[in-house]
């Protein structure tokens, strides 16, 4: 009687154990940010999109595919040729996300790794598309103008294969090795030419002086003579009393003179005249 409630409680635990293993097995988890396509063996993948939580779903017969649909960066870098057929490489930064809804056309249409079939070719077209309009000074002066050119292209492009972009914007941009070139050989002509207009003003300027000065010493000798004319040897007798008291007033500050002689004429060293 014992061994046969044993071997009763036994087949149940058995069978407790059995049914657990087979609703574990038939349980998944949604976590946040994320959805679930179900791939049905007899009716293929459901026009279902399953949010976040534990679902269930019939073993062997059914199996999740779980997408993440928050925002991912990628960068994307193309070669391509402008206006007047410079090369030019251009590296576009992507935020994107899946449209939730059309998770089934996604998964049947590029499966999970459709960034990497969809993202670089219609990038770029785009930016071949787009950088074919500007020449490469207008593609470094008028970059915002490209970008949101691109901007609004890329995204409607992008929305034909359910994906949504949330940012777009360019982190590289170079040209080819000519043209970077030309450019450094066009700032040092540009940096030359200034350099010589620089001298060429400040010889003119130079100039002017010079024809001002002798118009000024010009000016002095004329005033000179007429004032030698009107004064006579009165205006250097005045010209030597202010130099004399001026060298006076210098000596008298040095610690080395104490002494000045009467009778002769030491500033000067000149005859006195009656």
């Known amino acids: 009687m014992a061994a046969h409630l044993f071997n009763r409680i036994g087949q149940v635990g058995l069978g407790v154990a059995l049914v657990g293993g087979v609703v574990n097995s038939a349980l998944y988890n949604v976590d946040g940010g994320h959805r679930a396509v179900i791939f049905d063996r007899f009716a293929g993948v459901k026009n279902l999109v ?87 000074g207008e593609l470094i002066t008028q970059r915002e103008v490209v970008s949101q050119k691109v901007s609004e292209s890329l995204t ?22 000519e043209f970077t070139q030309a450019v ?13 207009r620089f001298l060429v003003e400040k010889a003119e300027q130079q100039k002017k002086a010079a024809v001002i000065a002798a118009e000024g010493d010009a000016q002095a000798a004329i005033l000179l003579a007429k004032s030698f004319g009107v004064a006579g040897e009165g205006l250097v007798e005045l010209r030597r009393i202010e130099a004399a008291e001026d060298i006076a007033y210098q000596l008298s500050k040095s610690r080395n003179v104490t002494y000045l002689p009467q009778g002769q004429n030491v500033l000067l060293n000149l005859p006195s005249q009656n």
């Open 50 to 136: 399953v949010g976040e939580g534990t679902h269930f779903f019939i073993p062997w017969v059914q199996r999740p595919i779980i997408f993440d649909i928050r925002s991912r960066p990628r960068n994307v870098p193309t070669v391509t040729g402008s206006k007047d057929l410079q090369n030019v490489n251009i590296t576009l930064r992507i935020l994107f996300r899946p449209i939730p809804d059309q998770l089934p056309r996604i998964y049947t249409i590029l499966g999970i790794d459709y960034d990497e079939r969809v993202l670089p070719s219609i990038t770029a077209e785009v930016l071949k598309a787009v950088v074919a309009q500007f020449d490469a």
């Open 156 to 177: 409607e492009r992008a929305s034909q294969f359910g994906l949504i972009l949330d940012d777009i914007s360019i982190t590289h941009l170079t040209f080819g090795k």
């Open 184 to 196: 450094e050989l066009k700032q040092v002509a540009q940096q030359d030419a200034e350099k010589a």
